[in-house]
């Protein structure tokens, strides 16, 4: 059995406004809430190779592991994997962002599976990227949109 999760949210910005935020990875800290720090530890072409390190949780724990991200522009997607996979069996993460009338759709599709003796099962961590990512998804487009109509409101320079 394996875990598989869709998510998305129409932001009103620019493309080129959503994509820049949203694959400026050293700022990932102040544009997600659940993300203390990120390093990057490697970049070769469009692959970037990075430790996440998340606010500890309820119980105090600290969870922190290596993904690796390959940002394609022209194709507009994001592919990117966990190398440390923690209680994964794996995790692989799709970014994809398309233009529309109202702004651009950013689509996160999530395919994972738990180990076995992981302390949650696929049906577990499901409910929780769901549940996660909508609200994540909320807080990066309200920030992304502030950005834009920040970047419009600004005063032309003399």
Known sequence: MSGHTENSITVD??????WDMTNDIENWPNL??????????????DTTTFRLTMFP??????????SERTVDRAARTVRARRVETGPFAHMNIRWEYTE??????????????MKPEAPVDDD???DNINRNSR?????????????ARDRQNAPLPR
Request: charged fraction near 25%; hydrophobic fraction near 45%; proline fraction near 3%.
């Open 32 to 45: 997600f809430t659940e993300y203390a720090s990120l390093e990057v530890l490697s970049r070769e072409g």
């Open 57 to 66: 949780d309820d119980n105090g724990k600290v969870w922190s592991w290596v």
């Open 124 to 126: 577990w961590m499901t």
């Open 13 to 18: 910005a620019p493309l080129d406004l959503v």
């Open 100 to 113: 529309l009338p109202g702004g651009v759709q950013m689509r996160w599709t999530q395919d994972f599976a």
């Open 135 to 147: 609200t994540q998804l909320a807080l990066i487009r309200d920030k992304i949109e502030r950005a």
